[in-house]
């Protein structure tokens, strides 16, 4: 569970002070356990800023893309966000195949959804335009 103390430096957009409670966190031990916690945080908290990226996606990414996609792809088609559609937009740089066409394909999704805000849409529109060099 999220400490009072990391969730108020969240909301107060402190990240000097992320930084140091995430890093306390994973020096202490089972950091992983946050990896879930902390998306379903920016998933509730999309007006936030985290930073780009941040030292929570630098947190969150430090531990593996394998540690948290299945998450990530659930969030963004649940809850888009600017920071979902950015961090899927760094694993479509590394990713080859349908592996990648299915990424785009959900961020394509995502900038045509009437049910999000426009500039969500907008992001998500920029990395498809991105990725297909247009």
């Not at 902390?38 to 800023?49: C, K």
């Not at 996606?57 to 990530?72: A, C, M, N, R, V």
């Not at 805000?117 to 992001?123: F, T």
Request: proline content about 3%; glycine content about 6%; aromatic content about 10%.
């Amino acid at each position: 569970m999220l400490s009072d103390e990391l969730k108020n430096a969240i909301l107060n957009e402190d990240f000097y002070m992320t930084n140091e409670l995430l890093e306390r966190i994973k020096a202490e031990g089972d950091a992983k356990s946050c990896i879930s916690e902390l998306l379903e945080f920016m998933g509730d908290n999309p007006a936030l800023d985290y930073g780009m990226p941040g030292p929570i996606i630098h947190f969150i990414e430090s531990f593996g893309t394998d540690k948290y996609i299945d998450q990530l792809l659930r969030l963004e088609n649940e809850k888009p966000n600017v920071y979902f559609s950015w961090m899927l937009n760094r694993i479509i740089n590394v990713t080859e195949g349908n592996l990648k066409a299915q990424y785009i394909a959900l961020l394509q999704d995502v900038a045509s959804r009437t049910d999000v805000e426009q500039y969500i849409r907008d992001v998500a529109q920029d990395f498809v335009e991105y990725q297909s060099g247009s």
